[in-house]
């Protein structure tokens, strides 16, 4: 898991520099990596509280719907472990720990030879006022779900931020104990230019570094029975 803050100081609302590079690299992986699973989601394009997929509920649920549509597609998607009424109801009420548990669950899904990247752009939008608690949670999840051990696929996340990352945004990292999960763009090196495509999967062809090791996930979801209800069944080292 690494977050890129781009530090631009001009970015202003809207689509910006980091967005077209989040674009375009979602693009090439698609082209050179065919057969591994993209889910990507640009939050500054979900700002309005009118919007269905606003806020990091409508995050969550997007990622979902992708690795749906991407087990469906092979014919593996298993929907068995939806066997309990309340979890049920609270999937239709869009309780957020309940989806965060059906995204981990569709992830044990994928094959071992998968790898699953996780591109989520301009997640500062969703560290306001209004969204914190929601974005707090999620990326609490999704931390727990990168450091699985337990994990079939390799899962690998990428957030962006056009600008530079608040201190809670980087408590929530919990960069003390994971300090490289922030990559820090140089505001100095700004050149204004096109981004190549062909540059972009050249560099997506590199050979990958390896991935670390790391916690089970019946701890993890054991722990949230207790916070968040008790509707469930179980509980980027860069390349």
Request: aromatic share 8%; glycine share 4%; net charge negative.
């Amino acid at each position: 898991m690494i977050l890129v803050d781009a530090n631009i100081r001009s970015s202003g609302p809207g689509m910006s520099a980091i967005s077209v590079f989040s674009a375009t690299f979602i693009a090439g992986m698609v082209k050179v990596h065919p057969d591994e699973v993209v889910a990507h989601f640009f939050c500054n394009l979900h700002t309005a509280t009118s919007d269905p997929w606003h806020g990091p509920n409508g995050l969550v649920r997007s990622l979902i719907v992708q690795l749906l549509m991407k087990l469906e597609r092979l014919k593996i998607l298993n929907l068995d472990f939806i066997n309990d009424r309340r979890y049920l109801r609270e999937l239709e009420q869009r309780n957020l720990a309940s989806l965060c548990d059906i995204l981990w669950s569709l992830l044990y899904q994928f094959p071992a030879d998968t790898t699953v990247y996780c591109i989520i752009d301009s997640i500062s939008y969703f560290d306001k006022t209004l969204t914190l608690k929601d974005l707090e949670i999620v990326l609490d999840w999704l931390q727990r779900i990168v450091n699985d051990s337990s994990l079939v696929p390799i899962f690998k996340v990428m957030m962006t931020n056009p600008m530079s990352s608040t201190t809670k945004m980087k408590e929530l990292l919990n960069l003390r104990e994971y300090p490289t999960r922030l990559v820090n763009l140089s505001p100095n090196n700004l050149i204004p230019m096109g981004i190549s495509n062909h540059t972009m999967e050249s560099h997506l062809l590199r050979p990958s570094t390896p991935t670390p090791p790391i916690i089970k996930r019946e701890v993890f979801a054991n722990s949230y029975r207790g916070s968040y209800g008790d509707g469930f069944d179980e509980g980027w080292q860069t390349d």
